[in-house]
């Protein structure tokens, strides 16, 4: 069974789904933290309204005591592997080292083509349309201390429609992520996708 932690600075949309599956018996897995950077997160108000145990850690102040904070928090609930669900910090050496090969992100977009530094959200979409991609999609990969470098576990390629715009590929691709992210942690964890 996944023991999970998870990271979001919003909604959480994926974090929201897949705990939905895991009540579903879909995920064989268990909540056992969220931490937000944000004190007024929707993810925040989410988990506690699901019992599942959470804590805003602050990073803006002393980013190093909040990587400190953050790892010991995750090592603290037993969390095992560690989901970002629009978490929009980068990670600190601690958690990094301690979580090596066991952050996962899902990007909203190709990678490596429209990742890196500033590329999240909607501006991957603006970066597609406005290079005539002929596909766009998700990307799952692990993380590192480089933004959206780590290795590719898995990627969902979408054709893009004629007449494509920055809304409507945005659209499509928030409906993607959740579900793709709920089928590749059941990958991981009946033991057809191995982590490195």
Same mark, same amino acid.
């Given at each position: 069974?996944?023991?999970l932690g998870?990271l979001?600075?919003?909604?959480?949309s994926s974090f929201r789904?897949?705990?939905e599956?895991?009540?579903?018996?879909?995920?064989?897995?268990?909540?056992?933290?969220l931490v937000?950077?944000n004190r007024?997160?929707?993810?925040l108000e989410f988990?506690q309204a699901r019992?599942v145990?959470h804590?805003?850690?602050p990073?803006?102040?002393?980013?190093?005591?909040?990587?400190?904070?953050?790892?010991?928090a995750?090592?603290?609930?037993?969390a095992?592997?560690?989901?970002?669900s %629009? =978490?929009?910090r980068?990670?600190?050496?601690a958690?990094?080292?301690r979580y090596h090969?066991?952050?996962i992100n899902?990007?909203p977009?190709?990678l490596?083509?429209?990742?890196g530094? %500033?590329? =999240?959200g909607?501006?991957v979409?603006?970066a597609? $349309?406005?290079? %005539?991609?002929p596909l766009?999609?998700?990307? $799952?990969?692990?993380?590192?201390?480089? =933004?959206?470098r780590g290795?590719?576990l898995e990627?969902r390629?979408?054709?893009?429609e004629?007449?494509?715009?920055?809304d409507s590929l945005e659209?499509? $691709?928030?409906?993607?992520?959740?579900?793709?992210?709920?089928e590749?942690?059941?990958?991981?964890?009946a033991?057809?996708l191995?982590?490195p």
């Amino acid at each position: 069974m996944l023991k999970l932690g998870f990271l979001s600075s919003r909604n959480g949309s994926s974090f929201r789904a897949i705990l939905e599956a895991i009540d579903a018996g879909v995920l064989e897995a268990e909540a056992r933290l969220l931490v937000s950077n944000n004190r007024k997160s929707g993810a925040l108000e989410f988990a506690q309204a699901r019992g599942v145990p959470h804590l805003c850690i602050p990073t803006e102040r002393d980013p190093a005591a909040a990587d400190l904070a953050l790892r010991d928090a995750l090592a603290g609930a037993g969390a095992e592997l560690v989901v970002l669900s %629009g =978490y929009l910090r980068k990670l600190g050496p601690a958690t990094l080292a301690r979580y090596h090969n066991r952050i996962i992100n899902i990007h909203p977009g190709l990678l490596p083509e429209f990742g890196g530094e %500033g590329m =999240y959200g909607r501006r991957v979409h603006e970066a597609v $349309i406005a290079a %005539g991609a002929p596909l766009s999609g998700a990307t $799952i990969h692990l993380v590192d201390e480089e =933004y959206d470098r780590g290795p590719v576990l898995e990627r969902r390629e979408l054709a893009l429609e004629p007449g494509e715009t920055v809304d409507s590929l945005e659209a499509r $691709i928030t409906t993607l992520e959740p579900l793709f992210f709920v089928e590749t942690l059941t990958a991981i964890a009946a033991g057809d996708l191995v982590l490195p």
